[in-house]
């Protein structure tokens, strides 16, 4: 027992060199960059989707707002600037069930994408016929909908929610606290899912916990880090112009991508490592 602990340490560092070795090998930089064009056009069709939807249980203008607030909190504010621009522009009016198509393809685009590099991440290649890998690529493109969707509507009627559950209790102060680690919960089970449908080859719950963890953590820990360094030591405006904020977003979701794939990185180094 004392001999296998001890060899905890060294089978992570193992696998710690493992997965860089990896990283470099399979070019997840440069595949990153793909991914972050696939979400960048993804990401207003299905953002003002999700806010259309959450209108139909509470005001459009509410919605948006709340939605707002959490990009807010992951992305620069010249860049979260942008985006509240493009909603106040797209929503309403009925216009944006308009998007609700385009939405689903661009998504399922970044899902294709995804599947592809955790294909050539795990060293399998794609087993399933063309229609399957497009059925699993709308699926997981709707699935994002749906858990974004319940998200926001979640986060609109969490406070009374918790006022009518514990009536004698501060419900919005409860929910300051709580709605953090319930983001935290529901991003790691997004990666799971992820890890879990989107390759061809199966692989046990079990073993793609760490990677979703990890994956969820870098993002988590990512997102403020690149929002100090935007504010403080850069300016994009500068070097790109007007274009300056689109950069920065695109640059957000390259980073996005980064976070996805070298949690898959990890879930295949544990893959070989228990073959």
């Known amino acids: 027992?004392?001999?296998?602990?001890?060899?905890?340490?060294?089978?992570?560092?193992?696998?710690l060199h493992r997965v860089w070795r990896r990283t470099g090998n399979d070019r997840v930089l440069n595949r990153a960059a793909e991914l972050a064009f696939w979400?960048?056009?993804?990401?207003?069709?299905?953002?003002?989707?999700?806010?259309?939807?959450?209108?139909?249980f509470h005001p459009i203008g509410e919605s948006r707002g709340m939605l707002m607030q959490y990009v807010g909190e992951v992305l620069p504010s010249s860049a979260s600037g942008l985006v509240g621009r493009v909603l106040g522009q797209t929503t309403g009016a009925g216009r944006a069930w308009l998007t609700l198509?385009?939405?689903?393809?661009s998504?399922?685009?970044?899902?294709?994408?995804?599947?592809?590099t955790l294909n050539a991440i795990?060293?399998?290649?794609?087993?399933r016929s063309w229609w399957k890998a497009k059925l699993v690529a709308i699926f997981l493109a709707i699935a994002t909908g749906v858990v974004l969707t319940t998200a926001l509507i979640t986060v609109l009627f969490g406070p009374e929610l918790l006022l009518h559950l514990l009536p004698n209790v501060a419900g919005a102060d409860v929910?300051?606290?709580?709605?953090?680690?319930?983001?935290?919960?529901?991003?790691?089970?997004?990666?799971?899912?992820?890890?879990?449908?989107?390759?061809?080859?199966?692989?046990?719950?079990?073993?793609?916990?760490?990677?979703?963890?990890?994956?969820?953590?870098?993002?988590i820990v990512a997102?403020?880090?690149?929002?100090?360094?935007?504010?403080?030591?850069?300016?994009?405006?500068?070097?790109?112009?007007?274009?300056?904020?689109?950069i920065i977003l695109i640059l957000w979701f390259y980073l996005s991508g980064i976070a996805i794939l070298i949690g898959g990185e990890i879930n295949a180094a544990l893959q070989a490592d228990g073959k």
């Open 39 to 56: 979400f960048l056009l993804g990401f207003f069709p299905m953002a003002v989707s999700v806010v259309s939807i959450a209108s139909l």
């Open 122 to 127: 795990s060293d399998t290649k794609e087993q």
């Open 1 to 15: 027992m004392d001999g296998r602990l001890k060899s905890i340490p060294g089978r992570s560092l193992e696998i």
């Open 175 to 219: 929910w300051k606290v709580a709605q953090w680690p319930a983001a935290g919960v529901l991003l790691v089970l997004a990666m799971l899912c992820l890890y879990r449908l989107a390759p061809s080859v199966k692989q046990h719950w079990t073993r793609i916990i760490p990677g979703s963890a990890i994956g969820a953590m870098i993002w």
């Open 101 to 105: 198509l385009f939405a689903l393809w």
């Open 223 to 246: 997102s403020p880090i690149f929002r100090f360094y935007i504010r403080h030591f850069s300016d994009f405006g500068l070097l790109y112009g007007s274009l300056g904020t689109l």
């Open 107 to 116: 998504t399922s685009s970044a899902t294709s994408g995804i599947m592809e």
